[in-house]
């Protein structure tokens, strides 16, 4: 018999739509959410509990209380201070495990995370594990497609985000007329996408670029577009987003796929 799944809920819709997933496949599912971050709404139909950030020991015994072996961590969480963390005294011996790797950027502080609750027992899987129609694949989604200079600026913005994901720094960017308007760092997609009406130029409007880090673990932080990325862009006057195929997790595919044909937005997926 498959052993329940452990959920670590961050915010956004995706945490109650893995775990609908899960129990599709008739798999139960506990879900940790953290305060702050995870939404009730999302979380309400499911068993579930929420915990501070740092009270990592009391959603481990939680989790092993629940016989939940597999675990997965989905939604959008801001990285706290370390005086704000207030870890529990198992959070405390978690948090020295994961060592020098706390003040490295967001990719080598989640591949320590994997390591460490790997090193616990827990096996980490990828969202699109259980989501198995939800990574975004390859080729145009939408009625209207980039033309010459779009495709240019996807091309543009593919480079500048192999050598910044290589250092860590970024899932996104934004490319107009093949200049860099803006660069994802620590506020995340959208809070990027609302600087752009300052920086745009006149002519051609941009392109909202979104692909993985080349070194990535590809079960923690998958880049993720969805309905709210696709209302960002269109507030930001943007006419297209590119993302990496079979790389990204497409939230609600076919409502995305709708708001962003009524708003004469192209979406397309590139392999990198």
Do not use: N, W
Not at 147 to 166: C, F, N, P, S, Y
Request: one cysteine or more.
């Amino acid at each position: 018999m498959t052993s329940p799944l452990g959920i670590i809920a961050g915010g956004g819709a995706l945490p109650g739509q893995v775990a609908a997933a899960a129990q599709a496949a008739g798999r139960r599912v506990f879900i940790a959410g953290l305060e702050g971050y995870a939404e009730p709404q999302v979380l309400i139909t499911y068993p579930h509990r929420f915990y501070r950030l740092g009270a990592a020991g009391a959603m481990l015994r939680a989790f092993r209380e629940q016989g939940c072996t597999d675990l997965v961590m989905i939604g959008p969480v801001k990285r706290p201070s370390f005086l704000s963390l207030r870890p529990d005294a198992e959070g405390a011996k978690l948090l020295a495990r994961i060592g020098k790797a706390a003040f490295l950027g967001d990719d080598g502080l989640l591949a320590a995370i994997v390591r460490v609750l790997s090193e616990e027992g827990f096996k980490v899987l990828g969202a699109h594990e259980i989501l198995t129609d939800a990574l975004a694949p390859d080729g145009l989604l939408t009625r209207q497609g980039p033309d010459a200079q779009a495709m240019a600026d996807i091309e543009r913005g593919m480079g500048v985000l192999k050598v910044t994901g290589g250092a860590d720094i970024g899932q996104a960017c934004v490319v107009q007329q093949g200049i860099v308007l803006a660069l994802e760092t620590v506020e995340g997609t959208d809070a990027m996408l609302s600087r752009i009406p300052a920086v745009a130029r006149p002519g051609p409007a941009g392109v909202l670029v979104k692909i993985a880090k080349p070194q990535q673990d590809r079960r923690a932080d998958l880049p993720t577009i969805g309905p709210d990325t696709i209302r960002h862009v269109l507030d930001a006057g943007l006419r297209g987003v590119a993302f990496e195929a079979g790389g990204t997790i497409l939230a609600e595919r076919l409502h995305s796929i709708e708001i962003a044909d009524k708003a004469g937005i192209f979406l397309i997926g590139i392999r990198t």
